[in-house]
DNA sequence: CTGAAAGCGCTAACAG
DNA sequence: CTGTTAGCGCTTTCAG
């Protein structure tokens, strides 16, 4: 079923029938409603394929996903999808599995496939795969800090000041042997928690202890590792905080197992405000990220950018608001008011 | 940069690159290597529209997930996705959001796309849809119990029996009245799981109570009002049946909110295992439901069907085993060694 | 307002 | 082993 047969079924050529497929305007109001009537019910759809050889757009965009399982990752992800939707574009769906090899692949793909344009979250590509597609001038949006920022359209929240201020709230509830467990990955994001860690312990003039800093996977075992480990120190932390909530989540897990009631033998503190960060016993207290809208403000600036409405060229910086949210795992009786 | 341009460059024709990319075996060593040479230094890469207007092949397969936020169909999406990144295809991702509508428009989209099989998780679309891809001759499997199952490519559990079983266990461990749970989507496996429930009770000669029925949104928050409600009915259940492990935590968190002891006062059985339900305290009694394998199967059933392995016209029907993970959250101290 | 025809970039049959 | 050429299905000038 091609344009051909529509065209001679409606005893027309095919120029009219792609016409009031693409400027009905154009045509008669007659013979368009005859035309229209028989692609209704041939149910004719035009070929996708040879579409795209003359338009060359897809009316799709590219989505990379580190971890298709975190849901941090998904929250974000839904927020682009929920755009893209909105602007009827469909998303590839690229799971980069914390694997720069399989995400470079993953662009490849991409790439071949002429999407108007990707939206990279928490992306670990570096400087050349960044100039590859501004040769084939594919737009790309990146959520989440990267190495090299400069001169790319960024969507993110201010890591370093998130984690002092998570810091700043333990040691304001009392702490003072503060750890730090943090995930391999995001690196980048990673590293400026890190360095907002460092940061609050100097204001307070506080010591910075290598033992007390530890990295590794960013999941739940990960989170469950590291926590024995500090567990099992000499001179155990007070407090430990983690770089995401399911970190967190392996903490508490670890901490019960060697019997440490949280947060009166120990605080834990995390990162991202997760759904299920409000249902573990304790509730978690943590920095509430808004990770829709990091998807959303990714996503429309995309679109502003393969739209032309922004000029590509002058890279942008979005910085999203990040807060803290006060419940139970760290203690701090005073500000229970703000729980939720 | 299209084919001619290396054609000219090479000093051949258009003929012999597209050998070199296609039939590679077919050209002398020589020239192919200069070739390729060529292709290499101008970073060619064939248009993907002209390449599909000739094959009819997109490499694409549509991947219909109800909820994304759920890490449920999520973890039977990354089956798919592992299978689907081996045989290097990419997963147009669609999110139906629980909506009916918006599914039948993406599934229009995955059409027009020309992808070449599509990936239904539990899906609420209809005969009329099925119908329609199979003229436009596309296969599908569906991944989940559905209501026009026959005929069709299923991969699933045994809901029905899974309930029972679930169902099966509270009694065993002392629990009289039993509620139970169930969310509105996915529709027809709860359906299932409401029966096998039934003829748990009905086995043991129970009462059926319509006011120990519940069903809600399928969500923690859904699970969180269910609960509430049962726990103010005059002769409050001894045990709650959650047709998912979302809502058994959203029902966990009511009780705690009505200071009842889980499992002392009243126990709670989910259902899918998800990684948090051995996170929540007390640790949750669920049904395993082999997701990530449910997504596996699904996909290789889906690339025979696209690879012509398997004759489309036999409707295939996988059933995965699940099992009963016994963890606190029902009492049931004898069998407490199975504990995970 | 409509039709004829060129061309988008690639593949494959056919001929050499 | 390689080149010529006819499509694949559609859009879009250019004439009428």
């Known amino acids: 079923m091609n344009i051909r047969h529509i065209a001679k079924e409606a005893g027309v050529s095919v120029a009219t029938v792609s016409r009031v497929l693409n400027h009905p305007e154009h045509v008669a109001p007659k013979t368009r409603e005859k035309i229209e009537k028989i692609i209704e019910e041939a149910e004719y759809t035009p070929n996708w394929f040879a579409r795209g050889l003359n338009f060359n757009k897809t009316g799709t965009i590219g989505l990379m996903i580190p971890h298709i399982l975190n849901s941090v990752h998904m929250e974000i992800a839904k927020g682009v999808e929920d755009v893209a939707h909105r602007k009827e574009y469909i998303a590839l769906m690229c799971n980069a599995e914390r694997d720069a090899a399989k995400e470079r692949r993953y662009l490849e793909q991409l790439i071949k496939r002429r999407v108007d344009g990707i939206v990279l979250i928490c992306s670990s590509l570096g400087e050349k795969d960044f100039k590859m597609l501004e040769e084939q001038n594919i737009p790309v949006v990146l959520i989440g800090d990267h190495k090299d920022g400069l001169g790319l359209h960024v969507v993110s929240i201010d890591c370093r000041q998130a984690a002092e201020k998570a810091v700043s709230h333990l040691l304001e509830a009392g702490h003072e042997r503060i750890a ?161």
Not at 287 to 311: M, N, Q, T
Request: proline fraction near 4%; hydrophobic fraction near 35%.
């Open 180 to 340: 730090m467990i943090y995930g391999f990955e995001p690196e980048v994001e990673n590293g400026h928690k890190v360095e907002g860690y460092k940061t609050a312990l100097e204001k307070r003039n506080l010591p910075f202890r290598e033992e007390y800093l530890r990295t590794v996977e960013n999941s739940i075992e990960g989170g469950y590792l590291g926590a024995k480990k500090l567990a099992e120190l000499e001179e155990p932390p007070q407090a430990i905080f983690a770089s995401s909530d399911y970190i967190a989540f392996g903490v508490m897990d670890a901490l019960k197992d060697k019997n440490l009631k949280i947060p009166e033998d120990i605080a834990v503190m995390g990162f991202d405000n997760v759904r299920m960060s409000n249902l573990v016993e304790p509730k978690l207290t943590t920095i509430e990220v808004p990770l829709h809208k990091l998807g959303v403000y990714g996503a429309r600036l995309l679109f502003d950018l393969i739209e032309g409405e922004e000029d590509g060229k002058e890279a942008k910086t979005i910085l999203l608001q990040h807060k803290i949210k006060i419940r139970k795992s760290c203690g701090h009786k005073e500000r229970i008011g703000e729980m939720f």
